[in-house]
């Protein structure tokens, strides 16, 4: 079974971003394009993730192209919280992350969302690996969700931008409305 995906980004008019994703048992596959920030060029990135069944991920490939440069990461993960490159470059300052965070994406959101398994009012902190694209340097972020009910979770940066957002998602915990970010689409 295989379930096609698609979010716009709407922090900016017009969308700022479109991206479809094809979803089957421990694996996605996305192709998202991006309009530039901050004087940025426009983008495109594409991305594979597989996981297991506890919704530990074991492996990253991301590309992003633009008009000016290309960049690939490959990350290997053993669901344990280590981390190295496929060429096997082992990535010790990300040792404890379990989960992955790709912008311009809310489908990464899934990950802890599905992982935590949180109840109603549950509150839980952790380090994530974060990448932004167009840049694909992965760093560690510290983060936080709480489930309001089972079809809302607030999601926080700790990190000190103070950053907070209300995600509406599904009965899967894919989000449908990610608070004045993203928006899911039929295809």
């Known amino acids: ?81 280590h981390w190295q490159t496929a060429d096997g470059t082992v990535l010790a300052e990300l040792d404890g992350c379990l989960d992955i965070d790709i912008w311009p994406t809310p489908f990464t959101n899934t990950f802890p969302i599905r992982r935590l398994n949180l109840e109603d009012g549950q ?14 340097k992965p760093r560690r972020m510290r983060q936080g969700y709480t489930r309001r009910d089972a079809s809302h979770y607030l999601y926080q940066n700790l990190e000190g931008s103070g950053f907070q957002a209300v995600l509406e998602v599904d009965e899967q915990g894919l989000v449908i409305d990610y608070q004045g970010l993203f928006q899911r689409v039929a295809g």
Request: proline content about 3%.
């Open 1 to 81: 079974m295989s379930d096609e995906l698609n979010w716009i980004g709407i922090w900016q008019k017009p969308s700022a971003s479109w991206e479809t994703l094809c979803m089957q048992e421990g694996r996605a596959d996305s192709q998202l394009r991006a309009i530039g920030e901050d004087g940025q060029a426009p983008y495109q990135l594409e991305y594979s993730l597989r996981w297991d069944a506890e919704w530990h991920l074991r492996e990253a490939l991301l590309r992003v192209e633009s008009e000016s440069a290309s960049d690939e990461l490959h990350l290997l993960a053993d669901g344990l919280g």
């Open 123 to 136: 509150h839980a902190e952790l380090d994530v690996v974060f990448l932004e694209a167009p840049r694909l």
